[in-house]
């Protein structure tokens, strides 16, 4: 790929910066004026639209402008294939990178994560352990992000054996690597091995972020733990600092309602800075329906009918 010259160099750099901040309007604008003065043509240009498009999450138009690319580097492939599993389109992210190495096109350490991200949520275990032969075939079994990628897909496709032995061999890990485990473990209500693997990552240094507290609720959620739950709640807030998000107020209000504590879910979602969505109002009155509590189900209609009102 050529480097770009004179107006190309200057729309490149206002690509790159579209690019960075997801900032769709300016990147429309700036796509407008490539076409007007032909820029658009170039295969540099298009490579970089295609990337922004895709980080935009604007699919329909950056396949348009791939379906024109004919110069399709490595980079371009592996944006457009990030595009499609970052909004769980795994079986289009699956098929461009078939679609790369039928072209022959060299892989780097940027390609396979969301590859196995996408073998993950179709799920295809098989075809996961495909792509781990390619991890190490080329090298990225020293990589960090390739390696945690690998626990997850194996983690999520409920082969608990392999992801253990990938994490066990890592020579280096982070915060990332422990989260991954621990899903893989609490998506299949293994709760123990969760809080053991948590005690140390913690013992170890690492410091737990927010993803890491969504895997061990939804493990105490799964595993029917609704004290340890609301312990390990707290202990997210007032020991480590960090503030519960939608997701996590809604796998305590799932949780709590699972074990009949509808009216301490009630408060919760009373208390909490996150907007309430349908999936966790939903969640709260199939909880009212399970344990009878017709009552808390009258209170919520009327919030949730206060809440759309205001919202219109």
Same mark, same amino acid.
């Given at each position: !790929?050529?480097?770009?010259?004179?107006? !190309?160099?200057?729309?490149?750099?206002?690509?790159?910066?579209?690019?960075?901040?997801?900032?769709? =309007?300016?990147?429309?604008?700036?796509?407008?004026?490539?076409?007007?003065?032909?820029?658009?043509? =170039?295969?540099?240009?298009?490579?970089?639209?295609?990337?922004?498009?895709?980080?935009?999450?604007?699919?329909?138009?950056?396949?348009?402008?791939?379906?024109?690319?004919?110069?399709?580097?490595?980079?371009?492939?592996?944006?457009?294939?990030?595009?499609?599993?970052?909004?769980?389109?795994?079986?289009?992210?699956?098929?461009?990178? %078939?679609?790369?190495?039928?072209?022959?096109?060299?892989?780097? %350490?940027?390609?396979?994560? /969301?590859?196995?991200?996408?073998?993950?949520?179709? /799920?295809?275990? +098989?075809?996961?352990?495909? *792509? =781990?032969?390619? #991890?190490?075939?080329?090298?990225?079994?020293?990589?960090?992000?390739?390696?945690?990628?690998? #626990?997850?897909?194996?983690?999520?496709?409920?082969?608990?054996?392999?992801?253990?032995?990938?994490?066990?061999?890592?020579?280096? %890990?982070?915060? *990332?690597? +422990?989260?991954?485990?621990?899903?893989?473990? &609490? !998506?299949?209500?293994?709760?123990?091995?969760?809080?053991?693997?948590? &005690?140390?990552? #913690?013992?170890? &240094?690492?410091?737990?972020?927010?993803?890491?507290?969504?895997?061990?609720?939804?493990?105490?959620?799964?595993?029917?733990?609704?004290?340890?739950?609301?312990?390990?709640?707290?202990?997210?807030?007032?020991?480590?600092?960090?503030? /519960?998000?939608?997701? =996590?107020?809604?796998?305590?209000?799932?949780?709590?309602?699972?074990?009949?504590? #509808?009216?301490?879910?009630?408060?919760?979602?009373?208390?909490?800075?996150? *907007?309430?969505?349908?999936?966790? +109002?939903?969640?709260?009155?199939?909880?009212?329906?399970?344990?009878?509590?017709?009552?808390?189900?009258?209170?919520?209609?009327?919030?949730?009918?206060?809440?759309?009102?205001?919202?219109?």
């Amino acid at each position: !790929m050529h480097t770009p010259q004179g107006p !190309m160099l200057l729309f490149s750099k206002l690509l790159d910066s579209c690019y960075s901040t997801r900032n769709l =309007h300016m990147l429309k604008q700036l796509h407008a004026r490539m076409i007007i003065t032909g820029i658009s043509r =170039h295969d540099f240009i298009r490579a970089k639209l295609v990337s922004s498009y895709s980080i935009c999450a604007q699919l329909h138009e950056a396949s348009i402008i791939f379906s024109f690319t004919n110069r399709r580097s490595t980079f371009l492939y592996n944006s457009f294939i990030r595009a499609f599993s970052s909004v769980n389109q795994f079986s289009g992210s699956l098929s461009i990178f %078939r679609e790369m190495l039928r072209a022959g096109k060299p892989l780097d %350490r940027h390609t396979l994560p /969301p590859v196995l991200k996408s073998c993950a949520g179709v /799920p295809a275990l +098989w075809l996961g352990r495909s *792509v =781990h032969v390619l #991890v190490f075939s080329n090298g990225f079994d020293i990589d960090v992000a390739n390696l945690n990628a690998l #626990v997850a897909m194996y983690g999520k496709c409920g082969d608990l054996g392999s992801a253990q032995k990938v994490f066990d061999e890592m020579s280096e %890990r982070n915060v *990332v690597t +422990w989260t991954a485990i621990m899903s893989g473990y &609490g !998506m299949y209500g293994r709760c123990e091995e969760v809080f053991e693997l948590f &005690g140390r990552m #913690v013992g170890g &240094g690492v410091a737990p972020d927010g993803l890491t507290f969504t895997a061990i609720l939804t493990a105490c959620s799964h595993g029917g733990l609704a004290d340890k739950g609301v312990e390990y709640f707290r202990m997210m807030k007032d020991g480590f600092k960090l503030r /519960p998000s939608l997701e =996590h107020c809604t796998c305590m209000v799932d949780m709590l309602g699972r074990a009949g504590r #509808v009216e301490e879910a009630e408060v919760m979602v009373e208390m909490m800075d996150a *907007v309430p969505d349908d999936v966790l +109002w939903g969640a709260l009155l199939a909880a009212c329906k399970t344990h009878g509590k017709v009552e808390v189900a009258e209170r919520l209609a009327e919030k949730i009918y206060a809440r759309r009102l205001i919202s219109t």
